[in-house]
């Protein structure tokens, strides 16, 4: 294990005394330039992935760290009341959508963290969470050896704290009252890369 890191008994393995950065316009518009055009598309597939795996409609949908909105933007079309919440909204929230300023102060059918769970200093308020799905995407994270974890494109030091594998994020959701339903690397049709391992993992969890 690197020096600055260390496995948890989830095998989750943290980022400690992170500093997190200030996540204002200049990275917002950072990270949508790093789609390369892409974010209606992803926007799309996130939404589609959702609708198909939860297979129901859905009343209230919370986006935490939403960004510029573009997912929102295209979720307020199909649910009928759409949240969001940003530590730091660079963007103010799309039209039909409403800025919340808790993450556990209500319940919605669904609650999103798409590339933004691992940016979260402490993530043990996920158990406090009131809904009946959530979601993550994040970086997969496989750990093939310090060398690899060392150059990998998405070791992120401060602003990635949390790195997560299929099993490691199930069994980190799972002591906190989740049931994995759905993992794939759906993403990596728009974002992969070539490697021959999976870059992005996508994971929908049932609550209870």
Same mark, same amino acid.
């Given at each position: 294990?690197?020096?600055?890191?260390?496995?948890?008994?989830? /095998? #989750?393995?943290?980022?400690?005394?992170?500093?997190?950065?200030?996540?204002?316009?200049?990275?917002?518009?950072?990270?949508?330039?790093?789609?390369?055009?892409?974010?209606?598309?992803?926007?799309?597939?996130?939404?589609?992935?959702?609708? /198909?795996?939860?297979?129901?409609?859905?009343?209230?949908?919370?986006? #935490?760290?939403?960004?510029?909105?573009?997912?929102?933007?295209?979720?307020?079309?199909?649910?009928?009341?759409?949240?969001?919440?940003?530590?730091?909204?660079?963007?103010?929230?799309?039209?039909?959508?409403?800025?919340?300023?808790?993450?556990?102060?209500?319940?919605?059918?669904?609650?999103?963290?798409?590339?933004?769970?691992?940016?979260?200093?402490?993530?043990? *308020?996920?158990?406090?969470?009131?809904?009946?799905?959530?979601?993550?995407?994040?970086?997969?994270?496989?750990? *093939?050896?310090?060398?690899?974890?060392?150059?990998?494109?998405?070791?992120?030091?401060?602003?990635?704290?949390?790195?997560?594998?299929?099993?490691?994020?199930?069994? *980190?959701?799972?002591?906190? /009252?989740? #049931?994995?339903?759905?993992?794939?690397?759906?993403?990596?049709?728009?974002? /992969?890369?070539?490697?021959?391992?999976?870059?992005?993992?996508?994971?929908?969890?049932?609550?209870?």
């Amino acid at each position: 294990m690197l020096d600055g890191y260390e496995k948890l008994t989830s /095998g #989750v393995i943290k980022h400690v005394k992170a500093v997190p950065p200030l996540y204002d316009v200049d990275y917002t518009t950072k990270y949508k330039v790093s789609l390369g055009g892409q974010d209606d598309e992803l926007s799309c597939l996130r939404l589609g992935l959702l609708i /198909g795996a939860t297979n129901q409609p859905i009343a209230k949908l919370l986006d #935490v760290g939403y960004g510029d909105g573009n997912f929102l933007e295209r979720a307020s079309t199909v649910v009928q009341k759409c949240f969001g919440y940003d530590v730091s909204p660079a963007f103010p929230a799309p039209p039909n959508v409403t800025s919340v300023n808790s993450i556990t102060g209500a319940y919605y059918d669904v609650v999103t963290f798409y590339n933004s769970l691992e940016h979260i200093p402490e993530i043990d *308020f996920v158990k406090d969470i009131q809904c009946k799905y959530l979601v993550v995407t994040t970086p997969w994270c496989h750990y *093939f050896s310090d060398e690899w974890f060392q150059n990998w494109k998405h070791r992120k030091p401060n602003e990635h704290i949390w790195h997560f594998n299929d099993e490691t994020l199930s069994r *980190f959701m799972r002591t906190r /009252g989740y #049931v994995c339903v759905h993992y794939s690397n759906a993403e990596d049709t728009l974002r /992969g890369e070539k490697s021959g391992y999976a870059s992005y993992l996508t994971a929908i969890f049932r609550k209870g």
